[in-house]
């Protein structure tokens, strides 16, 4: 709507907008105004290049080159973050770590047991959460006891598969056919370059997607006990390098990922196929534990349930949930999963539903969950403990692990919407995270 002139607003002088939103007008300040362009142009302006710094790679944990590093490198005089003991910690981990200064230590608290009745998992299982948010811990606790009080989580692995997509380029849309043509009469050869990387991982599937003159061949991998990330990459490079070596149809350009796999993103494709493990959870909670433990009601928490569904559609999530990431941040951390893989892993669904007596149907399902027990961070020292302490340790245990983190999201799930319903959310978070002693 054009308003020429709003009551109240001077003809001259000071002007006040009444068309650029405040935020914008408020950031135009903080540059110096209108007419500081000049100003700004030179303070954005690149330094000149100093050469005799330059970026080199250390792979080795080297202590003394450690504090010489902060005593010359950082000025500080207090030495490395890291004890002598964190030192030597930092030596097993010399293969998970360029440039190594130090350790950073996080708190880990630890909720449950959480009782999870799983394909694969099966029995109580300690949650240990790494983490500086307060409160949370506590949340998934009473999360965790609501539904130990309901007989525990159902839970089920639903399938697996990790995806890499490399893209070729091509002259024409022709090209690119004829292309997906000559692959598809080479499956063979395709998954035994893939496989002679690999002991553990398997090509399960290759979906073309031609986009005019360009192809992505997702290529779904089983990978194990491991995450996978960097097992597919290497399987797929092998698969892509015997391709441009034999393939009559030379690509213009190839990339061994096109952005399509949805690697570490949330996506749409990841929501519908799956990436990881897809898994979900449920509980039936009665209405006594609903009141008891949650402090709530089931229609409380429907009506709750009714608004954030509307939430979620009207903003745009992929999905539609209350917080696995915040579940999730803190057990990949303390567990040694890729932390970046949250950004995926968090896509998911739940759901509520009413049941007879006042009872609350509620599940979790997620397409997209990256997580091992073997490889990658799941081998040093903390990290292998936490794994320990969750008898989820090594060989044979990625799929239990899926179980119980799809249960840990659910008595997440169920905790926060009965703190949101029953109004206790805000003053929880004060007691616990502004009162502290």
Not at 73 to 84: K, L, M, N, R, V
Not at 139 to 145: F, L
Not at 190 to 211: F, K, Y
Not at 392 to 415: F, H, N, P, Q
Request: proline content about 4%.
């Amino acid at each position: 709507m054009y308003v020429p002139h709003a009551p109240g607003q001077p003809e001259h002088g000071s002007f006040v907008s009444v068309l650029f939103p405040r935020r914008l007008l408020a950031f135009i300040e903080s540059l110096g105004g209108a007419g500081a362009a000049g100003t700004l142009a030179e303070r954005l302006r690149g330094a000149s290049p100093n050469g005799k710094r330059r970026f080199t790679v250390r792979r080795g944990v080297d202590a003394d080159a450690i504090h010489a590093w902060w005593a010359g490198e950082a000025g500080s005089p207090a030495g490395p973050i890291a004890s002598d003991e964190g030192l030597a910690l930092l030596g097993q981990c010399a293969g998970n770590i360029e440039n190594p200064i130090g350790m950073t230590a996080l708190p880990l608290g630890v909720a449950g047991p959480l009782r999870v009745n799983g394909l694969h998992a099966a029995g109580e299982y300690w949650l240990p959460l790494a983490t500086s948010e307060a409160a949370l811990v506590a949340s998934y606790a009473r999360g965790s006891h609501a539904i130990n009080q309901a007989g525990g989580a159902s839970a089920a692995l639903l399938g697996e598969n990790v995806a890499r997509a490399p893209a070729f380029v091509f002259a024409s849309l022709a090209e690119a056919g004829s292309f997906v043509a000559w692959a598809t009469a080479h499956e063979a050869e395709l998954a035994a370059a893939a496989h002679a990387t690999t002991r553990h991982g398997r090509l399960q599937a290759i979906e073309p997607m031609i986009d005019s003159d360009t192809v992505f061949l997702v290529c779904r991998y089983a990978t194990g006990d491991a995450s996978g990330q960097n097992m597919v990459t290497i399987a797929t490079q092998a698969m892509c390098e015997w391709i441009i070596a034999n393939t009559p149809i030379q690509p213009l350009h190839w990339f061994i990922e096109g952005n399509f796999s949805g690697d570490k993103k949330a996506s749409y494709l990841g929501l519908i196929a799956g990436r990881g493990r897809k898994v979900s959870a449920s509980v039936i909670l009665p209405a006594e534990v609903i009141r008891r433990t949650l402090g709530t009601s089931a229609d409380a928490m429907l009506a709750y349930a009714r608004v954030a569904q509307l939430g979620a559609t009207l903003s745009g999530q992929i999905g539609a949930q209350g917080h696995f990431a915040n579940g999730l941040a803190a057990l990949f951390i303390a567990t040694g999963q890729d932390a970046a893989c949250v950004a995926e892993s968090a896509v998911g669904f739940t759901r509520m539903e009413q049941r007879e007596e006042g009872a609350l149907f509620m599940s979790v399902t997620l397409p997209n969950l990256m997580v091992g027990t073997v490889g990658g961070g799941t081998g040093m020292p903390h990290q292998r403990v936490a794994l320990e302490l969750m008898g989820l340790s090594g060989s044979g245990k990625a799929r239990a692990l899926a179980e119980v983190t799809a249960g840990l999201c659910l008595a997440g799930e169920i905790s926060i919407m009965a703190a949101i319903a029953s109004g206790v959310f805000t003053s929880a978070h004060h007691k616990l995270a502004r009162t502290r002693g």
